[in-house]
């Protein structure tokens, strides 16, 4: 079984930063993509920003684009997400995302398998 822990979350002002991390951990899995979701109270959960060691260029939704940046190791198996210049539009609870099944790149949510618990992120104005 795969666990994925999340953390780095926090309350900031708005234009501030946070930094996120997560670590995968299980027996007899190989990292091939990770990526950051993002839910808000009462929406859906959203992609934020995915990675791929099998190629290709990070995803990021448009609504981050300049402000985030995603970094990881597949061996390490870790994916963070440094997200600068945040926004109260930016509060809501982050979720990593990890996808073990094959090479194929991930962005959307059916192309994980396993999932953090999250961590809250608040940007007050």
Not at 6 to 33: H, M, N
């Amino acid at each position: 079984q795969v666990h994925l822990v999340e953390s780095g979350g926090g309350s900031i002002q708005a234009g501030g930063s946070l930094r996120l991390s997560c670590v995968a951990s299980g027996r007899d899995f190989t990292t091939y993509s990770m990526g950051w979701y993002r839910q808000a109270p009462g929406k859906e959960r959203e992609p934020v920003s995915t990675i791929s060691w099998s190629g290709g260029t990070p995803f990021y939704a448009s609504s981050v684009k300049g402000r985030f940046a995603i970094s990881g190791d597949n061996l390490k198996n870790t994916v963070n997400l440094q997200m600068n210049d945040l926004k109260p539009e930016d509060t809501a609870l982050y979720f990593c995302a990890l996808r073990t099944r094959d090479p194929g790149k991930a962005v959307w949510e059916f192309e994980f398998d396993h999932w953090g618990q999250g961590t809250q992120v608040t940007v007050s104005s």
